[in-house]
């Protein structure tokens, strides 16, 4: 991406809507690679990975949930567009790839190697050559501000990077070769999508700074530069420039994939290309506690017996969460992390609850961080521990609509009503192409009571079975007051549908 587009980039982005801060303990990384994926790093100082700005990204039609254009429910993409005032809102799922087209050191040049390929075909070096390429499958929240302009919102999905050494991805339907093959390569780094930020104008393009934690990466390709035993890959971004299509690009057709899924693009659905840049933070780890990031979505909203919050919403609720915990954030006093839960539909309504953002109230924050269950489940990201639980004090961003609408103890913004929180995960499975993770719920109801610990998988069979067919967990339950004995008004939890919940070491 051009220097000059991208500061412009970054700074649209903020000015339009500042994404969830970066912690206090993270700071920006060079990285170092090995192209022969041996742990031998022969390419060092990279600052950032430059996608090729034949990247493409679908916006498919066919939304995840109904929405409301004008008061109108609409189900596509397309309708809403054409249907949507100022204030209106959508959930859309979206899909893309790109190759990567250089590693830029500090300055912003060019230290490549000549193997690495950037046409998915052939390297200047003209043998041993080799492609980076990454995928995402995400689902995005936007918000109609002007005639014509969406800000997007809210981010969750899943990301991976692959090393490739036999380059063979093909951005367009060209040459008679098929789109494709930017997933077959070894996913050497992959995480969770979290935060966006920026607008699109509607036929002309627009930009975005998406922030995506990383959740494990394969050091006999990436490390951070310089090396330490104490230090670990925390965050990636994509800082994307949105265009149209013009006649002379090469893009993924009708009837063919892309993205992490992958997905099959269909006539309806709206192809862009995306030019991204990615840069690199990190964190020093320690040796005990732990610390969480992740999000996803659950459209099941039911709690059975035995999970740990009353079912005060039964069924039909969906939702989307994300963000990190026991890490301090950039908004002190809030020293263990930043919470964002978004009711999205169902019988409670629609609503955003935040604690410890960028845009949350200053007393916001989280209060306790417990971590128990010690032993991860495989192929999980070696952690100390399986469950965390914490507490704290949030506040309604917004209240849509639903039975809190009109409830006198809820005042949504800021000098409104505070809350006592109390929110509960487990890491137990991992997620699959495009977030989706595995899904035998009534074998994992069975077989594990949702906050019963769960043991050890390489010594106990119970737990290994529950790592082998469960997904991750996530329940929440909002209390009436900042007071925990205070009645709760609403509740909602379960294994979840997509996303990650990803336990890590913690952070000193």
């Not at 090995?34 to 039609?61: C, H, K, P």
């Not at 040459?175 to 930020?197: C, K, Q, Y």
């Not at 310089?226 to 090469?250: E, Q």
């Not at 205070?486 to 952070?507: A, E, K, M, R, T």
Request: proline share 6%.
């Amino acid at each position: 991406m051009n220097t000059q587009i991208k500061a412009l980039t970054v700074a649209l982005g903020f000015l339009l809507c500042a994404v969830s801060p970066a912690t206090h303990a993270e700071f920006s990384t060079n990285v170092q690679f090995s192209t022969g994926g041996n742990g031998i790093y022969n390419i060092t100082g990279i600052n950032e990975f430059d996608w090729q700005s034949s990247g493409d990204l679908a916006v498919v039609d066919a939304l995840p949930t109904p929405a409301t254009a004008n008061g109108v429910p609409v189900t596509t993409f397309s309708a809403w567009v054409a249907g949507a005032v100022v204030g209106d809102t959508v959930i859309i799922n979206i899909h893309g790839h790109a190759r990567l087209n250089a590693m830029l050191d500090s300055q912003g040049g060019n230290i490549s190697p000549p193997t690495l390929s950037k046409n998915g075909a052939t390297c200047d070096a003209g043998s041993g050559c080799f492609e980076i390429t990454v995928a995402f499958s995400a689902e995005e929240s936007a918000t109609l501000i002007a005639p014509g302009i969406i800000q997007f919102t809210a981010l969750t999905g899943d990301y991976k990077f692959y090393f490739d050494d036999t380059p063979d991805s093909n951005v367009g339907n060209t040459d008679s070769v098929l789109p494709g093959n930017f997933i077959d390569g070894v996913a050497f780094l992959e995480g969770t999508m979290v935060g966006v930020s920026g607008t699109f104008q509607q036929g002309v393009g627009g930009s975005n700074l998406i922030r995506n934690t990383v959740d494990s990466y394969n050091t006999s390709y990436i490390q951070t530069d310089p090396a330490s035993s104490t230090v670990a890959l925390a965050d990636t971004t994509f800082d994307t420039l949105i265009t149209l299509i013009s006649p002379f690009d090469a893009f993924v057709p009708d009837g063919d994939p892309i993205g992490l899924a992958p997905y099959t693009v269909l006539a309806a659905d709206l192809v862009l290309k995306a030019d991204a840049n990615s840069e690199f933070s990190a964190v020093e780890v320690g040796e005990e506690g732990c610390r969480m990031t992740g999000g996803g979505v659950d459209g099941k909203g039911e709690i059975v017996p035995g999970k740990l919050a009353t079912a005060l919403t039964t069924g039909g609720n969906r939702y989307t969460f994300g963000g990190q915990i026991g890490a301090p954030t950039a908004s002190q006093p809030q020293p263990f992390g930043e919470w964002t839960h978004h009711q999205q539909n169902g019988p409670a309504g629609d609503f955003v609850l935040h604690l410890g953002t960028a845009s949350a109230p200053a007393e916001t924050k989280v209060v306790t961080v417990t971590c128990r269950d010690p032993f991860n489940c495989n192929p999980a990201r070696p952690a100390p521990f399986k469950q965390l639980d914490f507490t704290g004090i949030g506040a309604f961003k917004n209240v849509r609509n639903g039975p809190l609408k009109n409830d006198p103890s809820v005042v949504p913004g800021n000098g409104g009503t505070l809350h006592f929180v109390r929110v509960h995960f487990e890491d137990l499975g991992e997620p699959g192409a495009g977030g989706k993770q595995v899904d035998n719920e009534e074998t994992c109801k069975a077989l594990h009571p949702i906050g019963a610990l769960v043991g050890d998988p390489a010594t106990d069979q119970n737990a290994a079975l529950i790592c082998t067919n469960c997904a991750d967990v996530y329940t929440i339950e909002i209390h009436k007051t900042s007071d925990p004995a205070s009645d709760v008004i609403y509740s909602v939890g379960g294994f979840v549908d997509g996303g990650n919940i990803q336990l890590h070491p913690p952070i000193n």
